[in-house]
C-alpha cells in the first residue's frame, strides 16, 4: 500500500517536462488565420501555434504522436501577436514551457 503513493509521484514527475522554443521565423498555417508553423532549432518536431481550432495551445509534432500544451483562446491570442512583433523586428522569441507556458520574451 505505501508503493501507491511513491507510483503516482513518479508517473508525476515524468510526465511532466521543461524546456526553451527559441521561434527564429513563423509562416501561415494552410487556410487558417489564427494558426502559424513555428520555425525553430531547438525543438525538433514540427511546432505549430494553433488559436483557431476546437482545441487550442502550442501543438509539437503531427497526427497520432502530437502533444499539446493547452492555452485559453485570449493567451494564444497574445502569444500569437508577441512572436509576430518579435520576428518583424529582426530578433527570435523564445518561450518557456513547463507542462505550460510559463513566459515568454524577445531573444537573440
Known sequence: MRWIPALLTTLFVSSSFAFVVK???WRKNRDMDRSIVLFTQSVSEKVTLDCQSFIQGMWFGEFEEASVVLMDP???MQLFDRIKNSVKRGSSHCIEIEDEVKKDYRCR
Open 23 to 25: 521561434v527564429d521565423d
Open 74 to 76: 485570449n493567451h494564444c
